[in-house]
Structure formats: structure tokens, C-alpha cells
């Protein structure tokens, strides 16, 4: 008689991990009425029998959108994606809690998530806060990452393609005769962000490729204000006072362009007559810039939207594991840019 395969359910798993099936339920459901140990336990089971709860395809899930602190929820590249993430969920019958833990500990934050019974997590890291991916796993739910690359069970990402949309951008100004071109950066020495840095890396490797050598004091290394606009402000007085014979200006995104705009505009500067300015993002402000900025469009919107959708699918058990999916990003030439 051939040998029956026992069932995966609740039961099987409270008896390999020793606990009793409240337990476990309390683990799946996100309680907070359970200890650290017995989570661990019941999770690691969870993973190795690749149990998933019975839960309905009509259920409301709850979706977490955990921010970092400091996070600036009101920057225009935070409100377009959380505006898809939104927009889905009141479509589509998802619920959306928006969080961030001011104190930072692993602790705190699994305490928060629990306590908000979420079923999901969507994380727009935007690549800078790597460190928390240890507390991501531990909260033994599925995660999106939004703008962070990394593809593991239970966690799936939806990233943009900054090095080739920075190669694009850098091909325009090249090709409208621009050679002496400013950089304007979101990185700074003791940082380390993956999107930000591939975007610098496609402007020196696009210079390099058509023979020129990228000069350090073109560079303007990230100032960390409020505001990105008011960094944007400062690098570009730095680099008119050093670099005055600069031709172009290549800011990081839309918003820090909007900064090297004022810079321009209080020493005189016509954009695109005297200096062409380029962003980062297209982001709905863009266009209303006068003049309007020619940036790489990156669908924010979208992106916010999709990681919603993939959570609820997984969730529904309509889809096996969370995709990894990089996006194209489309030049955008506007008035900002002029040939020389």
C-alpha cells in the first residue's frame, strides 16, 4: 500500500513545533499575545513544511507600508507611490497601513507590525536602509520592496533600471554638444544606496564611453537638509562658485532640480540659454517647472500599485512567490535642455 503523505494543516504544524494550535494561530495571524521563542519555533516549522494559511480569496487583507524613520511622507516621489498603493487598495478591497517606527530597534518594529495585524508588508526602502531586511524576515511575513532589489522566499521587489535611465540622460546632454556637465548627487561618503549609485555610475560610464574623464570637482556630493529641494539649492551654488564653466546640470531627481533651478535663476542664469538642467523621475511637478524639466520618467504611480497587487495575489494563493520585476524607464525632453 503506497504511503500516505500527511496533510500540511494547522494541526501538523502545532505537533513538529510543540506548541498548541492557538499558538500557531497566533504566530500566522500576527498576535502579539505570544512570546519571541514560541514565534521563532512555529515560524521555522511554518517555513520548512511551506505552510500557508486558509485564507479566503474575499478576505480583506491588511497591508503594511512600513517607512523608515525620518522617512519624508510628504516628498512628491513618496506621495506618487503611495498614491498607486492607495488607489489599488480602495479598488480592490485591500486595506493600507501606512507606519514608521521613530525608534528604529528590530523590536519595536515587529512589535508595531503585529499590533497592526498586518498580513503583508510594502517596503519603499528606495535602497538605503539594507540593514532592516534581518527584521523583515522575522516578521515571517511576504514582503514587497519597492527600489531594492532582492529576491528571496516570501520576499519579492519591484525596482527601476537607474543606470539606464542615467545612460539615457547623459546620451541627450552629450548629444546636444554638452561635455563640462555637473553631477548633483543623493549620496554622501557614509551612505550607501543602490538606485542613487548606479545612477552616478551610468553618467561616468556613459562619459567615459564617448572618451571623457569624469572630474571630481563636477561632483557635488549630497547635502542633508529638510527638504531635497533646499540640497539641490546648495550643491548647485557650490558647483557655480567652483565649476563656472559648467554647460549642464544632471540632478539626481526632479526635486533636487527644482533646487538647482533657484541657484541658476539668483546668479543670472537662463535655463536652457546659458545652462541645460536635467532631473530624475518625472514626477507630476516636472512638467509645470518653467521650463518644464526633461528628466527619465519612473513610473512611481505604477510601481506602488503593483506591489499591492502581487501582495493580495500571494496572499489569495494566486501566485506561488512574490515576483522580482525591474522596470524600463522613457527619456523625457522638455525645455530645460538646449544644444550648444
Not at 144 to 164: A, D, H, W
Not at 242 to 251: L, R
Request: net charge neutral; with cysteine.
Amino acid at each position: 500500500m503506497p504511503h500516505q503523505t500527511k496533510k500540511i494543516n494547522i494541526r501538523l504544524v502545532a505537533q513538529k513545533a510543540g506548541v498548541s494550535i492557538a499558538s500557531v494561530s497566533r504566530v500566522v495571524n500576527n498576535r502579539t499575545d505570544v512570546s519571541e521563542e514560541t514565534r521563532k519555533r512555529v515560524q521555522t516549522v511554518v517555513d520548512e513544511l511551506d505552510f500557508v494559511p486558509n485564507k479566503g480569496s474575499d478576505r480583506i487583507f491588511n497591508i503594511g507600508v512600513l517607512l523608515a524613520p525620518g522617512t519624508a511622507i510628504f516628498s512628491n516621489y513618496l506621495s506618487s507611490m503611495l498614491g498607486g498603493m492607495i488607489d489599488f487598495a480602495t479598488r480592490n478591497g485591500v486595506h493600507i497601513s501606512v507606519m514608521s517606527n521613530v525608534r528604529g530597534s528590530e523590536r519595536d518594529t515587529l512589535q508595531m507590525i503585529r499590533e497592526r495585524r498586518c498580513d503583508a508588508l510594502c517596503v519603499p526602502m528606495n535602497g538605503e536602509r539594507l540593514d532592516e531586511l534581518s527584521c523583515l524576515k522575522n516578521s515571517g511575513l511576504p514582503v514587497m520592496l519597492i527600489n531594492t532589489p532582492v529576491k528571496e522566499k516570501r520576499m519579492g521587489f519591484i525596482n527601476n533600471n537607474s543606470y539606464q535611465g542615467a545612460c539615457l540622460l547623459t546620451e541627450h546632454l552629450l548629444s546636444l554638444g554638452h561635455r563640462k556637465i555637473g553631477y548633483l548627487s543623493q549620496l554622501i561618503a557614509a551612505e550607501s544606496d543602490e538606485n542613487h549609485t548606479m545612477r552616478y555610475k551610468g553618467f561616468c560610464d556613459t562619459l567615459q564611453k564617448y572618451g571623457i574623464t569624469p572630474e571630481r570637482k563636477y561632483f557635488m556630493e549630497h547635502i542633508p537638509t529638510a527638504y531635497t529641494q533646499e540640497s539641490g539649492y546648495l550643491q548647485t551654488e557650490k558647483l557655480l562658485r567652483q565649476a563656472p564653466e559648467v554647460t549642464a546640470i544632471m540632478a539626481a531627481d526632479d526635486e533636487t532640480a527644482l533646487g538647482a533651478y533657484k541657484a541658476c535663476w539668483e546668479r543670472g542664469l537662463k535655463i536652457p540659454d546659458d545652462i541645460s538642467v536635467t532631473g530624475f523621475d518625472d514626477l507630476p511637478l516636472a512638467g509645470y517647472f518653467y521650463p518644464p524639466l526633461t528628466t527619465v520618467r519612473q513610473p512611481l504611480y505604477e510601481m506602488g500599485a503593483k506591489a499591492v497587487n502581487y501582495l493580495q495575489l500571494f496572499l489569495q494563493n494566486s501566485l506561488a512567490e512574490l515576483p522580482g520585476e525591474t522596470l524600463d524607464f522613457e527619456l523625457v525632453t522638455r525645455n530645460s535642455t538646449k544644444k550648444i
